[in-house]
């Protein structure tokens, strides 16, 4: 069976063309979609390198043969800057049209001239390189949660790979350029695997703009912007689960509850940019105590909780008060400014029915006893009664 090479170009360069049409109109405005030109330009280009391929073929046009090899090296490139970029690196510019220059300088300089029979290897090698140099920059921005990288990593190398498949086939001599190969050669499979490439590449990049936008909002709603931590409502949602596995595994779990000594006095003093920067060191101390499986959120204004799975009342009063210690150094100078900030908590831990509700009024008694006893201090909840008299909603110990 024989493969109709024109007419398998012409369906290349309209699903190349549809390609960069969909991720142009199908990714969301905004910074979530910054380098999303590159996915179009390297699409639109490798639809104006096919057309001009057909047309010399048609024409007898070397010209348009030259251009068509050079807008065939340029859509890798573009390719690779738009891997880069959604790794949130920068393009290397330089870099971008190297492999357009090498073109020129084999075939149309004398000097280093090569014959034409060799000219498909030589843009199939360098289009080799730049799809493998994308899979990697899509590998190495891993850490990102973006579901949508790992399919786009697997078309970049599978497309690289067959690439150079056919580089090899090309050298071998075993693949003429303007002979209609077969359907069993590898090259013959590039060009089905092509239209593949271009039509998951259009899905994977909205799809990856999408997802990284959804989750930048999910995190502008369950981090506190100023400090780092976990919103109030994140906190809380995060302390229900942790109930709920408190109540099926009958793990011990704590909570604790900080406050900042006398903030209001540190902002009238200093200024609220000094307050906000008190409060962001205070931040970056929570994180830092932070072991596996605790959860830190920002309650509001500059009260934080701190909830501890897996560690029992004692325990979690030696972390509470680390987390004390090491905020008053953190905190005895700001900016070189003498502030002297230092924190109260108050310790629970969950008992039998204990709802996230009751851990926050438990800890915040053993807060209101720490206040009361002089500050800068950790107090555990009283057993059964809390301020004024008033019972817990449920047990805590």
Known sequence: MELDLPTLFV??????????????????????????????????TTAVAIALMISSRLRGSETLAV??????????????????????????????????????????????????????????????????????????GRDERIFARWPLIVLFAIHALLFASGTVEAMLGTLIAREIP?????????????????????????????????????????????????????????TEEALERFRRDAEPLSMAIFDLDHFKSINDRFGHAMGDEVLRRFGETMRGALRSGDHVGRLGGEEFALLMPGT????????????????????REVEGVPV????????AAAGPGSSSRAMLIAADEGLYGAKAK???????????????????????A
């Open 340 to 347: 002297g900030g230092t924190v109260s908590a108050g310790v």
């Open 11 to 44: 369906v290349e360069g309209f699903v190349a063309a549809l390609s960069g049409l969909v991720i142009l109109l199908g990714c969301p405005p905004g910074r979530d979609a910054y380098g999303r030109g590159w996915w179009v330009l390297g699409s639109i």
């Open 67 to 140: 251009l068509g090899n050079l807008a065939f090296v340029l859509g890798p490139a573009f390719y690779w800057s738009g891997a880069r970029t959604f790794s949130r690196r920068p393009p290397l510019y330089p870099l971008i049209p190297l492999g357009a220059l090498i073109v020129v300088l084999f075939i149309l300089v004398p000097p280093l001239r090569i014959p034409p029979s060799t000219h498909l290897e030589l843009n199939l090698a360098i289009s080799t390189l730049y799809f493998a140099a994308g899979a990697f920059e899509l590998w190495r």
């Open 182 to 238: 077969p359907l069993t050669s590898w090259f013959g499979l590039i060009h089905f695997e092509s239209i593949v490439f271009y039509v998951g590449v259009a899905v994977l990049v909205v799809a990856f703009v999408r997802e990284r936008r959804e989750f930048r909002q999910r995190m502008v709603a369950e981090v506190d912007p100023l400090t780092g931590v976990a919103t109030r409502r994140a906190f809380l949602e995060q």
């Open 374 to 396: 002089g500050r800068n201090r950790v107090e555990r909840a009283p057993a059964t009664i809390g301020r004024g008299g008033r019972p817990f909603l449920n047990r805590v």
């Open 312 to 331: 029992g009342l004692a325990a979690a009063i030696v972390v509470a008060d680390q987390v004390r210690v090491t905020f008053e150094a953190a905190g």
